[in-house]
């Protein structure tokens, strides 16, 4: 049974520093009419992803994506169900994974909907974001294609507890490396070494970061993934080995600060020591995705990949839900649940 209004989070306010209760405004606007055109299609929210780079499509400049515009349902990707369709491939009851933004329907015509992507038949839709989606691709893409790792490299990773972080770390483990991760707080520092097979875990929120770095890998990291930037990437400039590489992946630590934070201070470190640092974005390899499912999702099928998702619910919790990543308190992928599908 279809709701008579479609509920929405709209995009208010361009925020300096920290999302804040200025940033979004609830609206209810009329259901999209099902009374569609030939190529449409109406879809039904299920799941919402939160990742970090929404807050960089939020601010007012150029980026991979074009920014948020004011005044519109913020921006995410999800998984929904076609309620409604004038597609043959899209047909009703499907689902679909696709940016359907902070909202319970969305339209696709016949432009939009190519950018939808049926999920393989028995796909919980959880998993569709979490194991299978685009951060566990990032992982994937971001380790092999960039950072190439080899059997007995020491491999280091910040927000190793995260999404991404720690698909990472055990994607370098099936590859033999040794690995270090970086995480805050004593659970998921034990999370990664029980369950993920990290070999040394630092807790930067109760140890020193540089001296453990010193300790354990001195000037011996031969890959470093980073995904928080900031006085983490520093640390790591300065232990990184001759030839090293680093994979900037995302910088968490500066995602809400109101002016740019200074760069590392150490960059000539690089130039001493021949070091190699490259960012990339997942949506470069969007045309290999068939080939991350097939060997991905054998691991995770044969138990080699382990998961976690943080799953909240309701509609009213969405803006608290991002806030989550930046508050460190999702505890492995950030999800929110709006319906079952039907």
Not at 55 to 61: A, N, S
Request: glycine share 10%.
């Amino acid at each position: 049974m279809m709701s008579e209004i479609n509920r929405q989070w709209i995009f208010t306010e361009r925020p300096q520093g920290f999302v804040d209760s200025n940033t979004f405004s609830y609206r209810e606007v009329p259901l999209p009419t099902p009374d569609l055109e030939a190529g449409e299609v109406l879809v039904k929210t299920l799941y919402l992803s939160f990742d970090p780079a929404m807050r960089g499509w939020m601010d007012d400049k150029p980026s991979y994506l074009p920014p948020v515009e004011l005044g519109t349902p913020m921006r995410a990707s999800g998984i929904g169900q076609v309620v409604a369709s004038e597609r043959e491939d899209l047909p009703v009851g499907t689902l679909v994974m696709g940016f359907l933004n902070w909202q319970d329907y969305a339209v696709f015509d016949s432009n939009s909907a190519g950018s939808l992507n049926a999920l393989p038949a028995g796909t919980p839709p959880d998993m569709a974001l979490s194991a299978f989606g685009g951060t566990s691709m990032t992982a994937y893409f971001g380790l092999f294609d960039v950072g190439q790792p080899k059997a007995g490299e020491t491999v280091l990773v910040s927000g190793a507890a995260g999404a991404t972080g720690s698909v990472v770390c055990q994607l370098a483990k099936l590859k033999g490396c040794r690995v270090i991760g970086i995480a805050g707080g004593p659970e998921k520092c034990d999370w990664l070494k029980t369950e993920c097979g990290v070999d040394e875990v630092i807790d930067y929120r109760n140890e020193d970061l540089n001296e453990r770095l010193a300790a354990i890998a001195p000037m011996s990291i031969d890959l470093f993934f980073d995904n928080v930037g900031g006085d983490m990437l520093e640390a790591a400039i300065e232990q990184m080995a001759d030839h090293g590489r680093i994979v900037l992946c995302g910088a968490i630590a500066g995602y809400n600060a109101s002016e740019p934070p200074p760069g590392p201070r150490n960059m000539m470190t690089l130039i001493a020591r021949r070091i190699r640092m490259q960012g990339f974005i997942m949506l470069d390899y969007l045309h290999r995705i068939e080939e991350f499912q097939a060997e991905f999702g054998t691991w995770v099928l044969e138990g080699k990949i382990k998961t976690r998702e943080d799953i909240q619910e309701g509609f009213e919790n969405i803006p608290a839900t991002l806030n989550r990543l930046f508050e460190g308190r999702n505890q492995g992928k950030q999800l929110l649940k709006l319906a079952d599908p039907v």
